[in-house]
């Protein structure tokens, strides 16, 4: 018996040395291909750098200065920042040696499909009077540029992996960036501490400069604002913005000091703040003479149902042209109606030398078109800043994420 047990023993004791010299064979095989895989996890991450780079750099440069035209130089830079990036201290591989092929192409972005589309429109698309949904399908509004980078004629190299065959590897990866429209602001980028109503600058929910509207500084009329004073301030408890602050911005040239972040609450007031609309009125008249529009760019918020609450939300960057502003006092007479003013999309010039002030303030109202929210004229009242939103292009500002309100961003954001 004795000897029975001895010579299993030395059966099972030789059974498991192959057993472990099996599993050590797997053991082995899975470390292999876990050093392997996280090499190449490596590999592929510096390669996804090298494409988040490269179409960045391209899309903040998709247009020109004023956004009107699509950069075909945006390519070139794409290209150029996408190699800069190493992987494994070898420059990242693009396919790409001129115009809109290969591995870096312009294009349009869609957000409802998720997809990309290359195109090579060079041309103005508009980006007022139409809907987001009518933007978002037309594959000719180039807003976005595709980089891809590659390991493929340096891959790369197995260490263990080889064992079983495999070499190397051939890697690539892919990133597109959208510039879309100004949302965050940068200092500096807002024109007046005076921040406009989304809802008053859309006809069928779409952004228009077809229709002026009116903001009257003086009072509070509920469902009837379109706009408001703003110190800037973002604050979700603040009251309101401060007079004071107010009155400082408007003196000092009404830029914001700080960015100004898309979907946070904005200190608004829809009240009267003397003093700040006595600089600002003083200001339009030394600026623009009285006979050419006031240009500025505003923040946009949400004001549901056309009423301004101590704080609303920051949805976007507007451009505007200021036409008229009222005086402090009563003017039954209309004697400060204006004479002429200039068209801001044509240049050409509205005239009315009829002595009766308030004949004068009609052919104004109706030449450009200044309505209230109902639909009549607007009209002539003190304290009050007469507006046409501003469908030129403009030179893009801000971080893209805004809502569509003409003014493009400066700062794209990756889409995918």
């Not at 980006?127 to 004629?153: G, M, Y």
């Not at 008053?200 to 604002?225: F, P, Q």
Request: one cysteine or more; proline letters at 6%; aromatic letters at 10%.
């Amino acid at each position: 018996m004795g000897q029975d047990f001895l010579q299993r023993m030395k059966e099972e004791q030789g059974l498991t040395a192959v057993i472990v010299a099996l599993l050590m064979v797997v053991f082995l095989g899975v470390a292999a291909f876990a050093i392997d895989i996280g090499h190449l996890h490596l590999v592929k991450n510096e390669l996804q750098n090298a494409a988040d780079a490269g179409c960045l750099a391209g899309a903040r440069v998709l247009y020109e200065e004023y956004g009107e035209y699509v950069d075909g130089n945006a390519s070139q830079i794409a290209f150029e920042a996408a190699i800069a990036n190493k992987s494994e201290n070898l420059s990242a591989e693009v396919h790409w040696t001129g115009g809109n092929t290969g591995d870096v192409l312009r294009g349009h972005w869609s957000f409802s499909t998720h997809t990309f589309t290359p195109s090579d429109n060079y041309d103005y698309t508009p980006i007022w009077d139409v809907s987001p949904e009518e933007l978002d399908a037309n594959p000719n509004f180039v807003n976005a540029i595709q980089v891809r980078t590659r390991r493929e004629n340096t891959p790369a190299v197995s260490f263990f992996a080889r064992i079983f065959g495999y070499e190397s590897f051939f890697l690539s990866a892919e990133a597109v960036a959208y510039i879309g429209f100004a949302g965050t602001l940068g200092p500096g980028e807002v024109g007046e501490p005076v921040a406009m109503c989304k809802e008053s600058l859309l006809v069928d929910e779409k952004y228009s400069c077809s229709v002026g509207r009116m903001i009257t500084m003086g009072e509070v009329v509920a469902g009837e604002e379109t706009g408001g004073w703003t110190d800037f301030t973002q604050d979700p408890l603040t009251s309101g913005p401060n007079p004071t602050t107010v009155t400082s911005l408007v003196g000092a040239g009404g830029d914001n000091p700080d960015p100004i972040f898309l979907g946070q609450p904005l200190a608004v007031s829809g009240g009267d703040i003397p003093d700040a609309f006595i600089l600002l009125r003083t200001r339009w008249e030394a600026d623009t003479g009285r006979i050419v529009p006031w240009g500025m760019a505003l923040p946009v918020i949400e004001c549901p149902e056309y009423n301004l609450d101590s704080s609303e939300i920051m949805a976007g960057a507007v451009r505007i042209n200021i036409l008229w502003i009222t005086g402090e006092g009563d003017d039954p007479s209309y004697s400060d109606a204006p004479w002429q003013m200039a068209y801001p999309h044509s240049g050409e010039i509205w005239s009315s030398g009829d002595p009766d002030g308030q004949v004068r303030w009609d052919s104004f109202v109706q030449s450009f078109n200044l309505r209230k929210l109902d639909g009549t004229f607007v009209p002539y009242q003190k304290k009050t800043i007469y507006f046409l939103p501003n469908c030129h292009h403009h030179r893009p500002r801000g971080r893209t994420g805004g809502e569509n309100f003409g003014i493009l961003a400066k700062i794209p954001v990756l889409a995918k």
